[in-house]
């Protein structure tokens, strides 16, 4: 399967841990996006990297939350000291340059479960 | 941000056309999507349409968009069981990357 790929699928964990989930994108997408959907929702919108480079951040996404793409590939999306409301179903996408619609393609996602 | 509106819920009979539709509110959004969202499952996209369309038809699926009055529509042709899902209008600006999308409506087809 070449499609993007999420780890884990489900997360529950206790308020105050700290949690990291990770995005594989699709080989060779410059592009990849994290958002969050709750419940009834669209997905919203976090954060944006081209290659390892983050170039736009939400404002949803508080200090409490850091997401790196350290060589271009792969990207972690890391949540410090968890709060009930983040629980989520959190989605990466990935696209690649160059395509005139940026089509993008989404994970299974990675629902987080925070107790 | 953009604001991307939806109706929450549609039936339709198997068999029937189904026509979904979407409102935004800003005008520079230059491509709109339709992704559509099983239990389980990640987001597949549909189709989209370019803002200087008015009309894109794919199998049974056709897209319609009146940019006067920032409407987008997607009507499904001879809906199936297969059809039920979670169906969400996104729009995105063309010098911005990010997709806003509306909170979906959920398609349930009966017999």
């Known amino acids: 399967d070449t499609g993007v790929s999420q780890d884990p699928r489900h997360k529950i964990t206790k308020r105050g841990q700290n949690v990291t989930f990770r995005c594989d994108p699709i080989?060779?997408?410059?592009?990849l996006y994290w958002y969050r959907q709750t419940l009834g929702q669209g997905p919203e919108f976090l954060t944006y990297f081209q290659n390892e480079a983050q170039l736009e951040k939400s404002r949803l996404l508080s200090d409490r939350f850091s997401a790196e793409r350290p060589k271009g590939s792969f990207s972690t999306l890391e949540i410090q000291r968890t709060e009930q409301g983040d629980s989520a179903m959190y989605l990466c996408a990935s696209s690649p340059l160059g395509v005139v619609n940026n089509e993008q393609f989404f994970g299974p996602g990675t629902r987080l479960t925070v107790l | 941000g953009e604001d991307v509106e939806q109706s929450l819920f549609l039936s339709v009979r198997e068999g029937d056309s189904s026509v979904i539709n979407c409102t935004y509110t800003?005008?520079?959004?230059?491509?709109l999507y339709w992704y559509k969202q099983e239990p389980g499952a990640g987001l597949q996209l549909l189709t989209y349409?370019?803002?200087?369309?008015d009309m894109k038809q794919d199998q049974r699926l056709t897209v319609l968009l009146n940019k006067k009055d920032k409407h987008l529509s997607l009507r499904i042709a001879d809906t199936q069981t297969g059809d039920s899902a979670i169906y969400f209008c996104a729009v995105q600006r063309s010098n911005d990357y990010k997709l806003s999308f509306g909170a979906g409506t959920t398609v349930t087809v009966r017999a």
């Open positions: 800003d005008s520079s959004s230059t491509y």
């Open positions: 349409i370019f803002s200087n369309m």
């Open positions: 080989s060779e997408h410059n592009r």
